[in-house]
């Protein structure tokens, strides 16, 4: 049975540096480097710090599109302040909303941006997983047809490869299917 205690905060928070832990303790219990749990653990950490990098910069471009959104209504009480003739408050006020609008705009693009470097994130991670849950089913169910084999991965990164699921659940997918992986290569490897 699998006793590092360190897995247990890998299965219970993942995080960047609770994988870091595992991976010391892999080592230095004397598992080899290139061992097919400590593959798993690398790809998991990249995920994971991905993750953490890119929601890090999400929530920066969210900011800074809410303070382009206050930027807009400090515009319009500028405008309302400076002008005294209300024809040309109206005609400033409303290029003014106009532009300041667009800017607006042009900063929600860079959560936008975020989410399609997301998706190329749970994309890659879906690659490899379902590459190594094609080889655990292998090992694990020789008896299974290819084309068995390929429907039943196909069924579970269905939600994964589609749109139809949020980015949020993706990366909870994804992170439980690497949990479950690392869980069934940590076992494989005491056999």
């Given at each position: 049975?699998?006793?590092?205690?360190?897995?247990?905060?890998?299965?219970?928070?993942?995080?960047?540096?609770?994988?870091?832990?595992?991976?010391?303790?892999?080592?230095?219990?004397?598992?080899?480097?290139?061992?097919?749990?400590?593959?798993?653990?690398?790809?998991?950490?990249?995920?994971?710090n991905e993750?953490?990098?890119?929601?890090?910069?999400?929530?920066?471009?969210?900011?800074?599109?809410?303070?382009?959104?206050?930027?807009?209504?400090?515009?319009?009480?500028?405008?309302?302040?400076?002008?005294?003739?209300?024809?040309?408050?109206?005609?400033?006020?409303?290029?003014?909303?106009?532009?300041?609008?667009?800017?607006?705009?042009?900063?929600?693009?860079?959560?936008?941006?975020?989410?399609?470097?997301?998706?190329?994130?749970?994309?890659?991670?879906?690659?490899?997983?379902?590459?190594?849950?094609?080889?655990?089913?292998?090992?694990?169910?020789?008896?299974?047809?290819?084309?068995?084999?390929?429907?039943?991965?196909?069924?579970?990164?269905g939600p994964?490869?589609?749109?139809?699921?949020?980015?949020?659940?993706?990366?909870?997918?994804?992170?439980?299917?690497?949990?479950?992986?690392?869980?069934?290569?940590?076992?494989?490897?005491?056999?």
């Amino acid at each position: 049975m699998i006793t590092y205690p360190s897995l247990m905060g890998v299965l219970a928070r993942p995080s960047p540096d609770s994988l870091w832990q595992l991976r010391a303790d892999l080592l230095e219990s004397g598992m080899d480097d290139d061992s097919q749990p400590l593959a798993v653990l690398d790809a998991f950490y990249h995920f994971l710090n991905e993750l953490v990098a890119s929601s890090t910069a999400r929530e920066y471009s969210h900011f800074a599109s809410i303070l382009d959104m206050v930027a807009v209504a400090g515009v319009a009480i500028q405008n309302l302040m400076d002008e005294e003739d209300s024809e040309e408050w109206w005609r400033r006020f409303v290029v003014g909303a106009i532009s300041e609008g667009m800017m607006v705009l042009a900063a929600r693009q860079y959560v936008r941006a975020w989410e399609q470097e997301m998706r190329a994130n749970y994309n890659a991670a879906a690659w490899y997983l379902a590459r190594e849950y094609w080889s655990l089913s292998a090992n694990l169910q020789p008896e299974l047809s290819p084309g068995r084999r390929r429907q039943l991965v196909d069924q579970l990164f269905g939600p994964i490869a589609g749109d139809e699921v949020d980015g949020t659940l993706k990366a909870g997918l994804i992170v439980r299917l690497f949990q479950v992986l690392l869980v069934a290569r940590l076992q494989m490897a005491e056999r």
